[in-house]
């Protein structure tokens, strides 16, 4: 989305300025919940560095334009030819798709949200993108339709997509008369109520975008009309260095560099104040215990298949447990919500009192489950510390990996073998068999496995 002198002539901090410094508000706005980021077509598909053209100048090239049109100009143009809409939605369509289809490229992408994705209190955004990179790798709700903000969730993560999204492609703002109709509209809908709300309480940065974009110029118009002079202070990352002389004027803070790179100088900040969790240290703690539990989940699928003895599946549900647990926290990478440590420990204390609230009914197997679940959390919490503070872990805290009830966890196999055959609580044995006997496996030919719920 640029013009001529700006193809020919960049002045942009492409090879990426970090010398800059991430304002306290934006750091404090974040602890509070109250940092909304605007983004553009910068941070995504038509950045710079992702792709040899952006859309704009595959289509101005193809009309034989002079870079000398707005985007939606450009675009209205190519859409009065016959079947013109629907030929260049098709075209979107394949550019997404293209995009998807090489890790090169989308790994590019993923270098601004996933550093964005971490920062879990970060609840709100807006933006002018079709694309679907905020729900697939940020965990966002789309807010595309009026009647989608009555239904939204506060603790969930929200995009609201003004102009369209990609997977509803008869709300893509695309033409002069779309972007007319969009700010129109937004003027008086849900949407544009919500939009303005945020604009107007909470601490802005608009990522993305830079002087040739008619997205942004719209968006500065939308500000103006609804907000006049009570503006509050809004911050604008960008690499056009050409942005602080354009906004001087105005109530705003421009930093020049890489969105990617301020949204990673504001994770390493929370990182450094201990707000967040180191996510390098963490999911790769959790991968570690992950490959080491679902061996040793075969092997002693193995072993009651061998050994015939019930009391297994107490080890078995225990495993099942640690296994969910390990992939409960790897799945919710894109919300960041197990990088926030009070989510992390009331999630531990929750399981705990699961486990002693199932013991004390007499459900043994899913109370071996629950404290499966509780210790592998615990567990990452305590390597987390090990390895972020250099601490060599000690043997008898590493993960365990054996169980039998009552409350009894082994990480030596010798132990819990020894254990398993002296083993003389008929409460416990009776339970285990009557297990096997209503799973039909009294021939111990099947696995065993307890399901991700109780």
């Known amino acids: 989305m640029g013009n001529k002198e700006h193809i020919k002539e960049c002045k942009c901090t492409f090879c990426g300025n970090e010398d800059f410094e991430v304002p306290s508000e934006i750091i404090n706005a974040i602890k509070k919940e109250e940092l909304v980021v605007f983004a553009g077509a910068g941070v995504s598909t038509e950045g710079k560095n992702v792709y040899k053209t952006t859309l704009y100048t595959d289509v101005n090239d193809e009309l034989g334009e002079n870079y000398d049109n707005t985007f939606p100009q450009l675009m209205t143009k190519f859409c009065s030819k016959p079947n013109g809409r629907r030929i260049l939605i098709n075209r979107i369509i394949e550019r997404f798709e293209y995009y998807k289809s090489f890790s090169e490229i989308d790994n590019i992408m993923k270098q601004f949200f996933c550093p964005l994705a971490d920062i879990y209190s970060i609840k709100e955004i807006i933006t002018t993108n079709w694309d679907r990179q905020f729900e697939e790798k940020c965990n966002c709700m789309p807010v595309v339709y009026n009647g989608d903000i009555p239904l939204l969730d506060d603790n969930k993560r929200k995009v609201y997509k003004i102009h369209g999204s990609i997977d509803n492609i008869g709300t ?62 809004f911050y ?39 707000y967040m969790l180191n996510p390098e240290i963490l999911y790769n703690v959790v991968d570690s215990m992950l490959s080491l539990v679902l061996r040793v989940h075969r092997d002693t699928n193995d072993m009651m298949h061998e050994a015939k003895n019930s009391l297994l599946v107490y080890t078995l549900a225990f495993q099942d447990g640690i296994i969910h647990s390990l992939k409960r926290i790897l799945s919710r990478e894109s919300s960041g919500e197990y990088l926030n440590p009070d989510f992390l420990f009331n999630s531990i204390r929750t399981y705990y009192k699961f486990f002693n609230d199932y013991n004390r009914t007499g459900d043994f197997f ?3 489950y629950l404290i499966g679940y509780a210790l592998a959390m615990d567990c990452v919490c ?39 055959e002296k083993y003389k609580i008929k409460k416990y044995i009776n339970f285990a068999d009557e297990l096997i006997k209503n799973l039909g496996n009294e021939n111990f030919e099947f696995e065993v496995h307890h399901p991700p719920f109780i």
């Open 236 to 274: 604008v990352v960008t690499p056009d260095v050409r942005m602080k002389e354009k906004l001087k004027d105005k109530n705003v803070t421009v930093i020049n560099t890489l969105g990617s790179n301020f949204i990673k100088a504001i994770r390493r900040q929370l990182i450094e104040d201990k």
């Open 382 to 420: 305590y390597l987390y510390d090990c390895i972020s503070n250099d601490k060599k872990p000690e043997e008898d805290k590493m993960i365990s990996l054996y169980y039998l009830p009552k409350g009894k966890i082994y990480n030596d196999l010798g132990e819990f073998e020894l254990d398993l």
């Open 366 to 368: 899913n109370s071996a």
């Open 172 to 233: 893509l703002i695309i033409t002069e008369e779309d972007y007319e109709r969009c700010y129109n509209e937004l003027r008086e809908n849900l949407i544009g109520g919500k939009v303005k709300e945020l604009l107007s309480r909470k601490t802005v940065v608009f990522i993305g975008y830079s002087l040739e974009d008619e997205d942004f110029r719209k968006i500065w118009q939308f500000i103006d009309d609804k907000l006049g002079e009570l503006k509050p202070h």
